[in-house]
């Protein structure tokens, strides 16, 4: 799964990967959904992350990531 990817993702990966826009992706980091370590104001991104996240919503039944629902919904290939 996102093989092409670094293992290390910017914003705009991130908003390929998920196909989600700018503004929903820093609020996803700002929730720590995705899990990050922020240096200054740049975002350090583990590919790993996005997988855990995309994996966490695709498979689980309640939608729940680690007590908290994300305000995200599958819909065919995307997350919304």
């Avoid at 503004?23 to 720590?32: I, M, Q």
Wanted: hydrophobic share 40%; glycine share 4%.
């Amino acid at each position: 799964m996102f093989e092409t990817y670094p293992d290390v993702v910017n914003i705009e990966q991130i908003m390929n990967m998920l196909k989600l826009g700018k503004s929903k992706v820093y609020e996803l980091l700002r929730n720590n959904i995705i899990r990050h370590v922020k240096i200054g104001s740049k975002y350090i991104v583990p590919k790993q992350a996005v997988i855990d996240l995309f994996n966490d919503i695709w498979y689980s039944d309640s939608q729940m990531i680690d007590g908290r629902q994300p305000n995200l919904v599958m819909k065919g290939d995307y997350v919304c």
